[in-house]
């Protein structure tokens, strides 16, 4: 009988060992993970665990942090405009009670000296006024604007004056959202209502340097850049534009198109294209674009051949690059005399000698040390003067030249309406016959009727007219801002005016203001630019009080009305961002709510579901446990072989 060897298969132990060691290990570590999913409430700890949903995850986080930010930027800016809502609720109070006190102190019934007496209290509402219009706010001024580390309003002589800045900062509400968190003090209180506005067109010839952008186009919308497609009657060549930056750039892209003999050149306020040759010229736009037409040399039928094409005006802005020259249409100002500027006590000679551009003029006006502002209107076509300080006169006149007329500011002229004179009062005429009788220096006397009359020069000359042109001359000065009558009878007496039929023309055109001297009496500026706004008339008010003038206290009373009316506007205006505000931080409320949720689907832990795992991962850690106990058990085969 044979025997046949007995086949025994077996594992060592070490195999053995090593593959349970493996399996516990890996249970204990998912055991692990799942008592830190229960502990800590998270899914993922770390982003190993699931890459896909910890990179959605870190954008999640990212999206609530931002939008933390915008909120801590509403709840800020919510605060600020709440304390400007408390203080203009304060303003308004403060302006009703002394519109209250005017109305009280108009009649016969109330005594000079009750005016005296309610003239003291108002002193006081002044002083709380400027109070208000420097409150603070966690450390910054609520009406400053942009220089909210100072005091926007500060005393000075002749009244309060704006320091601040019109500028009113902004902080960001969403990805695509900037918005004020300030109201401009200079509105509230009206510190910049006061101003000799240009009445020149200053619109200056193109150069080559004008940018494009500072163009209102031929269209007045602006010049949007692209191709045009230029001709010459037989041959078309296309030329790009779209990045020219100034007018020469884009004659210079005409000119090295090289089409024919055409050339383009800068005249005037406008683009021509001419040629000495037989082009006949045409401009035309492509692709549904403006370029041309913006440019002004829009023309899609030639003119005939050698005909030039004279672009239209193109409207060049008035900016602070502007050279002095090309002013007026290349006719430039007078730079020799320059002019005078007078704000209360404060008076100065400005030159312009050394100014090269527009922005030379305004940093010479501003730094003439009697606190006045010169800027570019808003229409960008001339200069405004504003005076910051209420309480003072502003008046700007001739330096025995033309460069305030030239500039358009000079604030009471020949041209001067006379409804506009003494505060808009105007001058008050006869209602029939003469308005004054004029004796000169020989003893001869004549009359002067002013019907009709609009202007000062309308009086002006009415009153040469009514002379004759015999022994005296009646002229606007030259040096200073009044008319002048200036006597050449070459008598012994005195130049005299005498107002008649009730008239007090006279009187109202500065003619009376003091006697004739050396023959000739200067008229007074009776068109000074008087300051408004709530310290102004807030003074005005105490003044006319303190004078027992009745005039004056309905006068102030309308003015407050006036500051009334804007600071309520203005608290409107600002109640209104706050409501927006409200609405926004609902918004991020109701967007952080979403992807809060969203992020919790990402990581947080779901315990339902981690708890059953865990109680199968424990099963599985006995079960393995028990195997290996059995299996890892030594016999005699252990030691055999």
């Known amino acids: 009988m044979n025997i046949q060897p007995l086949q025994l298969a077996r594992v060592s132990n070490l195999l053995s060992s090593s593959i ?30 699931d890459p896909g949903a910890a990179s959605i995850a870190i954008q999640l986080q990212k999206t609530l942090d931002t939008r933390q930010a915008y909120m801590g930027n509403l709840t800020q800016a919510q605060s600020q405009l709440g304390q400007v809502d408390t203080t203009l609720n304060n303003l308004t109070q403060l302006v009703q009670q002394a519109q209250s006190i005017a109305s009280a102190n108009v009649g016969s019934t109330v005594t000079a000296s009750q005016r005296q007496g309610a003239s003291a209290v108002v002193d006081s509402l002044y002083s709380q006024a400027v109070s208000l219009a420097n409150t603070q706010f966690e450390g910054a001024y609520l009406f400053a604007g942009d220089k909210a580390t100072a005091p926007p309003f500060v005393a000075t002589a002749g009244g309060v004056q704006f320091v601040g800045s019109t500028n009113v900062l902004q902080n960001t509400y969403d990805a695509h959202t900037n918005l004020p968190f300030m109201v401009s003090g200079a ?73 024919g003999n055409i050339s383009a050149s800068i005249t005037g306020q406008g683009l021509t294209l001419s040629t000495t040759g037989g082009d006949n010229i045409t401009v035309q736009d492509v692709g549904g674009a403006t370029t041309a037409a913006d440019l002004g040399i829009a023309r899609a039928t030639g003119a005939g051949a050698g005909t030039a094409l004279v672009g239209a005006n193109v409207k060049p802005n008035l900016t602070v690059l502007t050279p002095v020259s090309a002013l007026n249409a290349g006719v430039g100002i007078d730079l020799t005399h320059g002019l005078k500027i007078t704000n209360g006590s404060n008076s100065a000679t400005v030159t312009f000698a050394a100014s090269a551009t527009v922005g030379d003029l305004l940093n010479t006006i501003n ?51 006379l409804s506009e004179l003494n505060n808009g009062n105007g001058v008050h005429l006869a209602t029939g016959g003469p308005d004054f009788n004029i004796t000169r220096s020989d003893g001869t006397t004549f009359s002067v009727t002013l019907a009709g009359s609009v202007t000062v020069q309308d009086v002006i000359n009415k009153i040469n007219t009514a002379s004759g042109g015999v022994g005296l001359t009646a002229a606007f000065s030259n040096t200073t801002n009044g008319i002048t009558l200036t006597d050449t009878a070459g008598g012994a007496g005195t130049l005299t005016i005498a107002q008649g039929n009730y008239s007090t023309a006279a009187t109202d055109l500065g003619l009376t203001s003091a006697p004739a001297a050396g023959g000739t009496i200067t008229g007074a500026d ?26 004056g206290i309905t006068a102030a009373a309308q003015g407050l009305q006036g500051d009334y009316d804007r600071v309520v506007r203005v608290r409107g205006q600002a109640g209104a961002r706050v409501q927006e505000m409200q609405s926004r931080q609902g918004q991020l409320q109701d967007q952080n709510l979403a992807t809060q949720t969203l992020l919790s689907q990402m990581t947080d832990t779901d315990f339902a579901a981690t708890v059953a795992k865990f109680q199968t991962l424990q099963t599985s850690l006995q079960a393995t446990l028990a195997t290996s106990a059995k299996v890892l058990q030594e016999s005699l085969l252990n030691f055999l072989g």
């Open 526 to 551: 009776v068109n000074p630019v008087t300051a408004s706004g709530v310290f102004a008339n807030l003074d005005k008010l105490r003044k006319a009080l303190n004078n027992n003038d009745q005039a």
């Open 20 to 49: 349970t060691q493996t399996q516990l290990t890996a249970t204990e570590q998912q055991l692990l993970d799942v008592e830190n999913q229960l502990s800590t409430g998270k899914r993922i700890s770390q982003a190993s665990q």
């Open 367 to 417: 730094g003439s040390g009697v606190a006045v502002q010169a800027q570019i209107n808003s229409a960008g076509t001339g200069i405004d003067i504003l005076n910051p300080t209420q309480g003072t006169q502003l008046t700007v006149s001739e330096n025995g030249g033309t460069t305030a007329a030239d500039l358009g500011v000079r604030s009471f002229g020949p041209a001067s309406p």
């Open 187 to 259: 509105d509230v209180f009206g510190a910049l209502s006061s101003r000799v506005q240009g009445t020149t067109d200053l619109t200056p010839n193109l150069t080559a340097q004008t940018r494009l952008a500072d163009l209102r186009g031929a269209n007045a919308t602006g010049v949007h850049l692209g191709s045009i497609l230029l001709g010459n009657g037989t041959t078309t060549k296309l030329v790009d534009l779209s990045h020219a930056d100034n007018v020469g750039d884009v004659a210079n892209a005409i000119n090295a198109a090289g089409l």
